[in-house]
């Protein structure tokens, strides 16, 4: 039996943050971390670029050493199999009991997939989640040159984009109106839409894949339009649902998404959870859910390691951002984008070439959401924005000008407090 | 750890620790051959805004907690032991996660040609190591940037 003060299973962003975390608090007592994939910790966020030919240590979050460095054993290639909360332990894949004090849970999603007829037993439908589907990709791209993405979503997209930078002919197909639509308004995913069109991108809205054509090898996809697609690979990118897995036959709370409080803590005491596969609270508008998000699993992560090794540290909450990386124009997003209802104000700016666009969504004067398209210098302001809650009547149209956005506009006590401040700023100022 | 502080009572809207941070961080260290054969221009990672007549000049805070570092996907972005917030540009896959994170906008996007990458203040981490203030500090005529010291003792170090 294995025994470790801290278990952490999984080894991506949220593991890494805790890890961190941890540390800071805890310098000597044993962490393990165990994840199923051999290569242990790397950058989903990068996938696309393995895809495109760069090699898997480039994927390296943060180098080899860094466990090594923090004093953590790593049970890489590895399958947590189920969890005793009573004793304590945890079962592998192999046979290996492993023993905790405190566990925290950063397994992430699985990617959601759709029935559909005639998936069953065809080589070259993929999904797109981790590096296992990146590699199976990567191994089978010179068997197609043609492929259709179900889903026009950020995984959706960016895999479109990769594929068709690969020279493969690609068509998306998505059941909304419009791609892009939880990370931007309709304006926006117009723009975005273009960019992607003008490098021989395929979009088929208001439509659904009913069925892939061919016997093991593809042929095509038949829409529920009734078009058919000529293609000879199909990626389903409809998106991602919070594994629970591990879950199932023990006491933790986990609908949609596990439970965890404002300390990361699960309803079992010395279970954490942090990540994509915890429901944490979104301070944009107040809900607790699930979101695939970078930053905030880094932060969860660091949250749930400083109250694992036992200093009381809140989740301040966190702001759903994104950044379209891969298109050519940048965009970049965060917080509520499109109005719900009329109780939101949108102001917006645009230049007819597509080139450069801003709309800020408020609320009762706040800053709610933006998004900017061109001009990205500076965006950050607009998120700090958010996340103070400083109202911005007053400056509102300023903020809208095709030019990097500083700390002008901000009130001087505001400004200066930050200017001149000798100790480190924290998340929660 | 100590920081730049930013006075802005006192910024003459001159450049100066622009001019400075460019020059510092080029290999020529010369801030006209920067701009004119190293393709550094407007890469200064210390930023003058002006609004007649007030001006100030901002640069990274190097926080505790840094949002860019949060957002950081290819693990460019550590923060080192003495507390420095470090962007390794070569690492840096431009994907802009702490441009819109920082919310001082003191991560830059470097967006032009095929070298897409973020820059940042790196406090002028070799110049402190060779005991010297930060480049943009040392270049203020005005006292507008303090090297975490009082203007007294400042202007101590000048005279």
Same mark, same amino acid.
């Given at each position: 039996?294995?025994?470790?003060?801290?278990?952490?299973?999984?080894?991506?962003?949220?593991?890494?943050?805790?890890?961190?975390?941890?540390?800071?608090?805890?310098?000597?007592?044993?962490?393990?971390?165990?994840?199923?994939?051999?290569?242990?910790?790397?950058?989903?966020?990068?996938?696309?670029?393995?895809?495109?030919?760069?090699?898997?240590?480039?994927?390296?979050?943060?180098?080899?050493?860094?466990?090594?460095?923090?004093?953590?054993?790593?049970?890489?290639?590895?399958?947590?199999?189920?969890?005793?909360?009573?004793?304590?332990?945890?079962?592998?894949?192999?046979?290996?009991?492993?023993?905790?004090?405190?566990?925290?849970?950063?397994?992430?999603?699985?990617?959601?997939?759709?029935?559909?007829?005639?998936?069953?037993?065809?080589?070259?439908?993929?999904?797109?989640?981790?590096?296992?589907?990146?590699?199976?990709?990567?191994?089978?791209?010179?068997?197609?040159?043609?492929?259709?993405?179900?889903?026009?979503?950020?995984?959706?997209?960016?895999?479109?984009?990769?594929?068709?930078?690969?020279?493969?002919?690609?068509?998306?197909?998505?059941?909304?109106?419009?791609?892009?639509?939880?990370?931007?308004?309709?304006?926006?995913?117009?723009?975005?839409?273009?960019?992607?069109?003008?490098?021989?991108?395929?979009?088929?809205?208001?439509?659904?894949?009913?069925?892939?054509?061919?016997?093991?090898?593809?042929?095509?996809?038949?829409?529920?339009?009734?078009?058919?697609?000529?293609?000879?690979?199909?990626?389903?990118?409809?998106?991602?649902?919070?594994?629970?897995?591990?879950?199932?036959?023990?006491?933790?709370?986990?609908?949609?998404?596990?439970?965890?409080?404002?300390?990361?803590?699960?309803?079992?005491?010395?279970?954490?959870?942090?990540?994509?596969?915890?429901?944490?609270?979104?301070?944009?508008?107040?809900?607790?859910?699930?979101?695939?998000?970078?930053?905030?699993?880094?932060?969860?992560?660091?949250?749930?390691?400083?109250?694992?090794?036992?200093?009381?540290?809140?989740?301040?909450?966190?702001?759903?951002?994104?950044?379209?990386?891969?298109?050519?124009?940048?965009?970049?997003?965060?917080?509520?984008?499109?109005?719900?209802?009329?109780?939101?104000?949108?102001?917006?700016?645009?230049?007819?070439?597509?080139?450069?666009?801003?709309?800020?969504?408020?609320?009762?004067?706040?800053?709610?959401?933006?998004?900017?398209?061109?001009?990205?210098?500076?965006?950050?302001?607009?998120?700090?924005?958010?996340?103070?809650?400083?109202?911005?009547?007053?400056?509102?149209?300023?903020?809208?000008?095709?030019?990097?956005?500083?700390?002008?506009?901000?009130?001087?006590?505001?400004?200066?407090?930050?200017?001149?401040?000798?100790?480190?700023?924290?998340?929660?100022? | 750890?100590?920081?730049?502080?930013?006075?802005?009572?006192?910024?003459?809207?001159?450049?100066?620790?622009?001019?400075?941070?460019?020059?510092?961080?080029?290999?020529?260290?010369?801030?006209?051959?920067?701009?004119?054969?190293?393709?550094?221009?407007?890469?200064?990672?210390?930023?003058?805004?002006?609004?007649?007549?007030?001006?100030?000049?901002?640069?990274?805070?190097?926080? *505790? %907690?840094?949002?860019?570092? #949060?957002? @950081? +996907?290819?693990?460019?972005?550590?923060? &080192?032991?003495?507390?420095? !917030?470090?962007?390794?540009?070569?690492?840096?896959?431009?994907?802009?996660?702490?441009?819109?994170?920082?919310?001082?906008?003191?991560?830059?996007?470097?967006?032009?040609?095929?070298? *897409? %990458?973020?820059?940042?203040? #790196?406090? @002028? +981490?070799?110049?402190?190591?060779?005991? &010297?203030?930060?480049?943009? !500090?040392?270049?203020?005529?005005?006292?507008?940037?303090?090297?975490?010291?009082?203007?007294?003792?400042?202007?101590?170090?000048?005279?």
């Amino acid at each position: 039996m294995i025994r470790s003060e801290y278990v952490i299973v999984g080894a991506n962003v949220a593991a890494v943050g805790a890890i961190d975390g941890i540390r800071r608090h805890d310098k000597k007592s044993s962490i393990l971390t165990i994840s199923y994939e051999s290569l242990g910790s790397y950058s989903k966020a990068m996938l696309a670029e393995y895809i495109e030919g760069a090699n898997a240590q480039w994927l390296e979050y943060r180098g080899k050493d860094y466990f090594k460095k923090m004093g953590v054993d790593c049970l890489f290639g590895r399958k947590v199999t189920g969890i005793d909360i009573e004793k304590s332990m945890l079962a592998t894949d192999n046979g290996d009991e492993v023993s905790y004090k405190k566990l925290l849970l950063g397994v992430g999603g699985v990617p959601f997939k759709p029935v559909i007829k005639g998936a069953e037993g065809k080589e070259l439908v993929f999904t797109f989640t981790d590096f296992l589907d990146a590699e199976k990709i990567r191994e089978a791209l010179k068997k197609f040159n043609s492929a259709v993405v179900i889903g026009a979503g950020f995984t959706g997209t960016e895999i479109a984009y990769t594929l068709n930078k690969l020279n493969k002919k690609v068509t998306v197909v998505e059941l909304g109106d419009r791609a892009l639509v939880k990370a931007l308004d309709p304006k926006s995913s117009e723009i975005a839409e273009k960019l992607m069109k003008d490098e021989g991108i395929e979009f088929y809205l208001n439509d659904t894949v009913e069925e892939i054509a061919g016997n093991k090898e593809i042929t095509g996809v038949s829409l529920k339009s009734g078009k058919f697609i000529s293609c000879e690979a199909v990626i389903t990118a409809i998106g991602v649902v919070p594994n629970g897995e591990l879950m199932k036959n023990t006491p933790l709370k986990f609908d949609r998404g596990l439970d965890v409080d404002d300390y990361m803590c699960t309803n079992v005491p010395d279970v954490y959870g942090a990540g994509y596969v915890v429901k944490a609270l979104d301070i944009s508008d107040g809900q607790k859910r699930s979101l695939p998000l970078w930053p905030l699993a880094f932060q969860q992560g660091l949250v749930a390691g400083i109250n694992m090794a036992g200093v009381r540290y809140p989740y301040a909450g966190g702001l759903p951002v994104n950044s379209l990386k891969f298109l050519k124009v940048p965009i970049l997003s965060a917080g509520i984008t499109t109005p719900p209802d009329a109780s939101y104000e949108t102001i917006s700016v645009s230049d007819p070439k597509g080139t450069f666009y801003r709309s800020l969504v408020l609320k009762d004067g706040r800053l709610k959401g933006f998004v900017t398209i061109g001009e990205i210098d500076g965006a950050g302001v607009l998120t700090g924005l958010i996340r103070s809650r400083i109202d911005i009547s007053g400056i509102k149209t300023r903020l809208l000008g095709k030019k990097r956005i500083g700390l002008m506009q901000m009130p001087r006590e505001w400004r200066n407090r930050i200017f001149t401040r000798r100790d480190e700023t924290d998340y929660n100022d | 750890m100590k920081k730049v502080i930013i006075v802005e009572d006192f910024c003459i809207a001159c450049y100066n620790c622009e001019v400075a941070c460019i020059a510092v961080h080029s290999k020529s260290q010369d801030p006209v051959k920067a701009y004119k054969r190293e393709g550094l221009r407007g890469r200064s990672n210390a930023v003058v805004e002006v609004e007649s007549p007030l001006a100030f000049s901002v640069m990274c805070r190097h926080c *505790k %907690h840094p949002w860019c570092m #949060d957002a @950081c +996907i290819s693990g460019a972005i550590q923060r &080192l032991d003495n507390g420095i !917030v470090y962007l390794d540009e070569e690492r840096c896959v431009g994907c802009w996660g702490c441009v819109v994170g920082c919310p001082y906008g003191a991560a830059h996007p470097n967006i032009a040609g095929k070298d *897409k %990458h973020a820059f940042k203040c #790196d406090l @002028c +981490i070799e110049r402190l190591d060779a005991g &010297l203030r930060p480049a943009c !500090v040392e270049a203020c005529p005005n006292n507008a940037l303090l090297y975490d010291e009082t203007i007294e003792e400042r202007e101590e170090v000048h005279t």
